[in-house]
């Protein structure tokens, strides 16, 4: 059996044969939105393409066209793609249109309208933690609020809930975007309520407090344990052409986005490489510059080796694709590419995928991070010393 054609393929595929058709693909004038509705029914890669296209022209036009095709769309690659090229002109300013009944339309960015639950994720910071929020409405008396952050190593970190109006649910969200330049992306609720309750069983245990009251909280949600749930990023993203060697190369570009900036692994994860490359430092070896940075580049590999693939192997997984989905959500897709590429490196589990230009990156990063505040800290006391 042939192999499938990838996502990707196949648009450039249906470019190609639109242009064929005398469709000028490569401009972004909203007179092409009546030319793209003419190509519709000419088989499924010049729909995929005719999508494509439309959320690449900036008008009110594309949207309704687009809101036309997904009332109609079956295919569910189609119905993907429509969502991403909505997402796209969204991220422009161009909403969606309301229904033809005259109602209100249903937000997808925050906050929504659907009576339905709802749930709502942050970015990851430096040390794995992630802000989760499920929303649901109550009749006459405004949303039901509960939010936990959760850590990937400490797991659910604290929670709360309150009964408060959407509008400083909105109000909640615009906050953290000013002070922390973070959204809050819109994410399948069975998935929000998932991170919250494994969150919660990891940090069960004596001593701890601050999630003490979850289970009731969570009850009005979702009274039962939660059924696996598939992460939403394989749902965005086809993740069959991603793991090439471009990608692998390309990845260390995820270190330059504002929210990755801050990473720097935990300390005890890199104690061991400290010290070697502080031993390799102070070694009495006369070594050239070649053996220096060989030897530098050994610890590394070893770090990237024993930290990604070892133990840790399924957090850094979820990590990357947690990011991936708030990179695509927040209009950066082909960013959003590179973080999957990484976590289905790491899902792998092969140390063989140690040229994965990320990982190496952030290795490095952590490393000069933590010499240079031993650096620091030696100065500091160095400079009370008072001589005599």
Do not use: C
Request: hydrophobic share 40%; net charge positive.
């Amino acid at each position: 059996m042939a192999k499938k054609k990838s996502h990707e393929e196949t648009i450039r595929s249906g470019l190609k044969e639109l242009r064929k058709l005398g469709v000028s693909v490569d401009g972004g004038s909203p007179a092409l939105v009546s030319r793209l509705r003419e190509q519709l029914g000419k088989g499924r890669n010049v729909e995929l393409a005719v999508v494509f296209t439309l959320g690449k022209i900036a008008d009110a036009t594309a949207v309704e066209a687009l809101a036309d095709l997904e009332r109609a769309a079956t295919d569910k690659e189609v119905q993907r793609e429509i969502r991403r090229s909505l997402y796209k002109l969204a991220q422009k300013g161009i909403a969606a249109p309301p229904p033809e009944n005259g109602g209100a339309a249903l937000q997808r960015p925050i906050l929504g309208l659907a009576p339905e639950i709802e749930s709502y994720l942050s970015s990851v910071d430096g040390a794995g933690g992630r802000l989760v929020w499920l929303a649901k409405p109550q009749a006459g008396s405004g949303i039901q609020l509960l939010q936990g952050m959760a850590s990937d190593r400490e797991g659910l970190l604290q929670a709360s809930g309150a009964l408060i109006r959407r509008k400083e649910l909105r109000r909640m969200a615009e906050e953290i975007r000013k002070s922390h330049g973070i959204a809050m992306i819109s994410i399948p609720w069975e998935y929000g309520d998932q991170i919250l309750y494994e969150g919660y069983e990891k940090a069960k245990g004596p001593g701890r407090s601050g999630t003490e009251h979850f289970p009731s909280l969570r009850a009005i949600f979702n009274p039962a344990k939660p059924k696996s749930f598939p992460h939403p990023i394989y749902g965005l993203l086809e993740s069959g052409g991603l793991r090439s060697g471009a990608g692998r190369d390309l990845s260390h570009r995820l270190l330059e986005e504002p929210e990755l900036q801050p990473w720097i692994l935990d300390e005890d994860w890199m104690k061991p490489y400290l010290r070697q490359v502080e031993e390799a430092q102070g070694s009495r070896l006369v070594l050239n510059e070649f053996q220096k940075e060989e030897r530098l580049s050994g610890i590394v590999r070893d770090a990237v080796r024993e930290i990604f693939y070892g133990d840790n192997r399924q957090l850094f997984q979820r990590r990357m694709e947690d990011t991936a989905l708030y990179l695509f959500k927040t209009g950066r897709e082909e960013q959003a590419g590179l973080a999957l590429t990484v976590a289905l490196e790491i899902k792998e589990g092969n140390a063989g995928g140690l040229d994965i230009s990320f990982l190496t990156g952030w290795i490095q990063k952590s490393l000069a991070f933590y010499l240079g505040q031993a650096k620091a800290k030696a100065a500091e006391e160095t400079s009370l010393i008072v001589k005599p």
